[in-house]
C-alpha cells in the first residue's frame, strides 16, 4: 500500500499572500521512497487545510513578526503610524527599534505639516493597515496588510464561511479551508495555526490504508510593509509628490532601477542575519511586486531576475500591471540547490506609453573572446579567458514615446534605455572598467545612429571614485587613476582611449547640486547623500558592507531630472542587521527618478 512518508514546508511561520506549497514523500508498498510527482498507479492523494479558530486577536511584533507582541508604543499611535508597526515582542526589542521610531516619529509630524490631510494616504501606500487598539485584556483589533496578493490565487475552495470542522485532541475547533495541494494564508488566517493533513486514498474505493500525516505550522503573520518613499522635487519646493500620477498629468516619466536578488543567491548562509521566511522565494516575490509596483514608474530596469522566475512570476505579473517586458540572461548558468540556473537584466516599460523599436543583447563575453584574441599571445589566452570572461550583459531598448510631448506636431520621441550588471569581484577592477568602457562604446554607435536621449541604469558594482564611476560620470579616467594599475591583460592601455562622448551624468548626484532651499523633506535627502561626491550614501547595506553601485545616468543635453526617490537611511534598516529584511527583499535599495526631455536643437 502506498503511504505519505514525511510532509515539509521551507519554513514553519505562514505570510499572509505568499503560498504554501508542501514537499511530498511518499513510501510505496516495497519501501522505498518517491516524491509525489511521480506518477503512481492506482491511488490519489488528497489534501486538506485547516486553521485553528480562536476568538482571540494576537497581535504581532513590528520587528520579529514570527512573536507576540507584548508592548505598543504610544508615540506612533499619536502620529497616527500604521498600527502594525507600533508593536514589539519585548522591552528590549522596543529599546532597540527606539531610534527607528524617533526617525518615524519626526518623519510623521513633518508630513502633516507639508501635506496636510495627504499623511494617511502618503502613509498608506503600499497597502493600508486596520487599525486596532489595545484591550484591557491584552488582546487587539484585526491588524492586516492587505498590500498586493497573487491574483488568480486558488486555495481549492472558495469559502465565505468555514465549512468543515474538526475537533482536535486538546478539544480545540480546526475549520476546513483548503482542499488542494498549495495554500495562500489570508487576512482571515492571521494570527492562527494552520494543519495541512494529506493522506493516499484508493481510486476505486476512495478507502485509505494508512493514516493520514499531518504538518502544524506556526501563526500566520501578516505581510511586513515597506515604508512608503517619496518623490522629492529638486527645483526646490516644498512637499513630496506623489508617484504615478504627477508625471502621468506632465507628460513626463519616470525610471526605476533595481538589483532585486535573485533567489539562487539568497541564501541562509550568506545572509544569516534575515529569518529563513523572509528570504524564501514565495515571499520575497511577493514583497518585491508590492514594492515594485507601489512606485509605478513607467520604466523599470531590474537585475539579478532568475531566468525562470522572468517565465513564471514577473513577465506574467508585470503584464497585469500593463507592462510588456524584455529580458536578457547571463550567458553560463550556475549549479545551485539541485539544479542549474541562471539570472539576467529585465526591462518593462508601460505600454500605454511605450512601444518597442529596438533591441540590443551585449555579451561581454564575445566581446571579451575579441580582445583576447588580438591583446593576448597564444600561450596566456586560457588565463586571459579565465579572468575575462564572467557572463555579465548589458539589454539596450530603444523605445518610442507615445505621449511625452502631447498635443506637439514634431515627430515621435524616441528614448534608449541601458540596463546592465556588471561583475562584482573586487579583484577584478580592469575587468568592472573594461565592461563598462565596452558599453558606452556601444551606446556611442548608437548616438551616432540616431541622436536621442539615453539613460544607462543598472548595478555597476563601483562605488563613487572608482575607475568605472569616473568614465561614466566624467567621460574619461584619469590616467593617475590607482585602479588603472591593475591591468595584468594590458586591456586599459592606452589610459587615453578610456573615455566617451556622451554627456551622461548621475540622476541622484546633479540633481543634488540643484537643490535649493529648506523643507523637511529636502533636509532628510540631503543627509542620505555624500557631500564628497554627491552621491547617495548607500543603495546596498548587507552586514558586512555598505555603500553606494547602483545609479541612473542620462543624457544632461536631452533630459532633465525633476524628482527623485527618497533614499533610505540607515537607521531604519539596521533595526533589522541589514539587507534583506523582512521589510526589504533585496540587499539593493531601488533608485528612480522623474524626467522631463529637453527640446532638441535641430541639427
Not at 367 to 372: D, G, L, R, Y
Amino acid at each position: 500500500m502506498l503511504s505519505v512518508f514525511r510532509l515539509h514546508l521551507p519554513s514553519d511561520i505562514p505570510v499572509v499572500g505568499c503560498e504554501l506549497n508542501p514537499y511530498v514523500l511518499l513510501r510505496r508498498p516495497d519501501n522505498t521512497l518517491i516524491t509525489d510527482e511521480i506518477p503512481t498507479d492506482g491511488y490519489y492523494l488528497r489534501y486538506k487545510w485547516y486553521r485553528v479558530q480562536t476568538d482571540k486577536k494576537v497581535p504581532i511584533c513590528s520587528v520579529h513578526p514570527s512573536k507576540a507582541a507584548t508592548l505598543q508604543c504610544v508615540g506612533c499611535v499619536k502620529a497616527k503610524l500604521p498600527v502594525a508597526k507600533s508593536y514589539h515582542c519585548s522591552e528590549k526589542c522596543f529599546s532597540d527599534s527606539w531610534r527607528h521610531h524617533r526617525a518615524l516619529h519626526a518623519r510623521s509630524t513633518d508630513t502633516v505639516h507639508e501635506n496636510g490631510a495627504e499623511d494617511d494616504e502618503l502613509l498608506g501606500r503600499f497597502g493600508g493597515s486596520v487599525s486596532g487598539v489595545l484591550a484591557t485584556g491584552g488582546t487587539v483589533g484585526p491588524i492586516y496588510n492587505t498590500g498586493i496578493q497573487g491574483a488568480g490565487l486558488n486555495n481549492g475552495s472558495v469559502f465565505s464561511r468555514p465549512a468543515n470542522t474538526t475537533e482536535g485532541a486538546g478539544g480545540e475547533t480546526w475549520y476546513e479551508v483548503g482542499c488542494s495541494k498549495t495554500y495562500t494564508p489570508t487576512i482571515d488566517d492571521v494570527g492562527h495555526v494552520l494543519k495541512l493533513e494529506c493522506v493516499a486514498l484508493d481510486v476505486t474505493t476512495g478507502l485509505s490504508f494508512a493514516p493520514a500525516s499531518t504538518l502544524i505550522t506556526g501563526c500566520v503573520i501578516p505581510a511586513p510593509s515597506p515604508t512608503p518613499r517619496c518623490l522629492i522635487p529638486v527645483n526646490g519646493l516644498e512637499g513630496n509628490l506623489e508617484l504615478g500620477i504627477h508625471n502621468a498629468v506632465s507628460g513626463n516619466f519616470t525610471v526605476l532601477s533595481y538589483n532585486v536578488l535573485a533567489d539562487l543567491y539568497a541564501t541562509n548562509d550568506i545572509y544569516t542575519y534575515c529569518p529563513p521566511w523572509a528570504l524564501s522565494w514565495p515571499y520575497r516575490r511577493q514583497n518585491l511586486l508590492r514594492e515594485i509596483i507601489g512606485y509605478d514608474a513607467d520604466i523599470v530596469c531590474l537585475q539579478e531576475v532568475q531566468s525562470d522566475h522572468f517565465e513564471d512570476f514577473f513577465a506574467p505579473e508585470f503584464e497585469k500591471y500593463g507592462y510588456a517586458a524584455v529580458y536578457k540572461k547571463k550567458t553560463t548558468e550556475v549549479y545551485t540547490r539541485s539544479t542549474y540556473v541562471i539570472d539576467g537584466c529585465a526591462t518593462f516599460f508601460r505600454r500605454e506609453r511605450f512601444s518597442l523599436v529596438k533591441k540590443y543583447e551585449v555579451e561581454f563575453n564575445k566581446a571579451a573572446q575579441s580582445v583576447a584574441e588580438v591583446l593576448v599571445p597564444t600561450g596566456q589566452k586560457k588565463g586571459a579567458f579565465h579572468r575575462l570572461l564572467k557572463d555579465n550583459v548589458a539589454l539596450i531598448v530603444v523605445l518610442e514615446a507615445k505621449d511625452i510631448n502631447p498635443g506637439s506636431s514634431a515627430k515621435s520621441q524616441l528614448l534608449c534605455v541601458a540596463n546592465t550588471h556588471i561583475i562584482s569581484n573586487p579583484e577584478l577592477k580592469d575587468v568592472k572598467l573594461w565592461q563598462v568602457h565596452t558599453l558606452l562604446k556601444g551606446l556611442e554607435k548608437i548616438a551616432l545612429s540616431a541622436d536621442i536621449p539615453m539613460l544607462v541604469c543598472g548595478d555597476f558594482n563601483s562605488t563613487p571614485g572608482s575607475a568605472p564611476h569616473e568614465l561614466l560620470a566624467t567621460g574619461r579616467v584619469e590616467p593617475s587613476h590607482p585602479e588603472l594599475t591593475t591591468d595584468p591583460l594590458g586591456i586599459l592601455h592606452p589610459a587615453s582611449k578610456l573615455c566617451h562622448k556622451l554627456p551622461l551624468v548621475s540622476a541622484y548626484s546633479s540633481s543634488f547640486t540643484r537643490m535649493v532651499g529648506g523643507g523637511s523633506s529636502l533636509d532628510r535627502q540631503r543627509k542620505q547623500m555624500d557631500p564628497a561626491t554627491n552621491e547617495p550614501l548607500f543603495t546596498n547595506c548587507t552586514r558586512d558592507f555598505i555603500g553606494t553601485l547602483d545609479y541612473i545616468f542620462y543624457t544632461a543635453d536631452s533630459l532633465k531630472v525633476e524628482s527623485l526617490l527618497e533614499l533610505l537611511d540607515e537607521v531604519s534598516i539596521r533595526k533589522d542587521t541589514a539587507l534583506p529584511s523582512p521589510e526589504w527583499s533585496s540587499d539593493h535599495t531601488a533608485l528612480l527618478a522623474e524626467f522631463s526631455c529637453k527640446p532638441r536643437p535641430r541639427r
